[in-house]
């Protein structure tokens, strides 16, 4: 029979326990980004092109998780790797509208004004850039919010478009992609169903020489039509699955999110590489999802 003070001690260990396991979440929710590691040499890379690429993804500001405070020392996190480049890849805005506060685009886009690489920032945007944009919904070929403010502080946004970019005398092509869910169904829009405004054939006819491409598309549901011209993709909207328990995750962003979560993928000579994120949607809760900042070694 237990004695009162063994009991005492099993019943406090006991609640302790629970009480970690409940507080957890919102110990990765607002954990310092993990700084995630690649090196690869992609099909049709320039064997003398050597591109160190940084990616962030969905910050999804709001108070109190994601803050300008804390936008800013994530961006000072990935400036201190050094980068040629630096790929913003969608999601800026907020993804709840429960348990926060809105942080005004002028604020958070301004925490991101001191990102700085040789070669650029540049951005593609997400569906809550274009979800929470009414104006946007009702009339898509306007600009977002999220893209002027984005445009407003240097940072090149793009919407099916492709540029060539030189490092030390080789050139490559970075291509950016509308996002594959920007408009939502309801009758105030005249719309049924989700329906994006991605056009990769477009993005890709840019594309007049056989240097290597990058791909940024927010979500990685593209992966499985991008051609042999594509030596990289990067995506983000998945956020790890946000609950993932030893790779159990109940909820998906989207199709191609169930198929590749998080990480590197190589599939059919192709390559595609998933950013966790750093925020969250839905509600504040990660478990199994760190945030991460991803540094990308090429070639």
């Given amino acids: 029979m237990l004695s009162r003070r063994a009991f005492l001690r099993w019943a406090f260990g006991g609640l302790a326990t629970v009480a970690a396991f409940a507080g957890y979440p919102l110990v990765e929710v607002m954990a310092t980004p993990r700084v995630t590691r690649y090196r690869l040499t992609p099909r049709n890379w320039t ?10 993804a969905d910050f999804h500001a709001c108070d ?6 804390r936008i800013r020392s994530i961006c000072d996190q990935a400036n201190a790797l050094e980068p040629d480049i630096i790929l913003l890849l969608g999601d800026y805005v907020r993804g709840m509208n429960r348990f926060v506060a809105d942080v005004p685009a002028s604020d958070w886009s301004a925490a991101m004004a001191g990102l700085s690489a040789p070669l650029g920032v540049h951005a593609v945007l997400g569906n809550h850039d274009c979800w929470e944009d009414l104006s946007f919904q009702r009339d ?3 600009r ?7 445009s407003a502080i240097g940072v090149e946004v793009y919407v099916n478009r492709a540029v060539r970019i030189e490092k030390d005398a080789v050139g490559f092509w970075l291509a950016g992609l509308g996002d594959q869910m920007a408009l939502r169904p309801g009758k105030r829009f005249g ?4 329906a994006g405004t991605d056009d990769l054939p477009l993005t890709l006819d840019a594309i007049h020489t056989d240097e290597p491409v990058l791909l940024m598309a927010h ?8 051609d042999g011209r594509v030596s990289l993709t990067l995506s983000g909207h998945t956020h790890g699955g946000q609950i993932n328990l030893f790779g159990w995750r109940p909820v998906s962003a989207s199709v191609g999110s169930a198929r590749y979560p998080a990480g590197h993928f190589h599939k059919g000579g192709r390559d595609l590489v998933v950013s966790r994120g750093l925020g969250c949607t839905m509600l504040p809760i990660r478990v199994g999802a760190w945030p991460e900042i991803l540094s990308i070694q090429l070639g």
């Avoid at 719309?191 to 989700?194: E, G, I």
């Fill in 64 to 69: 109190p998780w994601m803050t300008s405070e």
């Fill in 47 to 56: 064997p003398r092109l050597k591109l160190h690429v940084v990616a962030l």
């Fill in 219 to 226: 979500e990685p549901d593209i992966f499985d039509r991008a």
């Fill in 144 to 150: 977002t919010i999220a893209e002027k403010a984005l």
């Fill in 191 to 194: 719309r049924t169903q989700f």
């Fill in 140 to 142: 898509p070929k306007s």
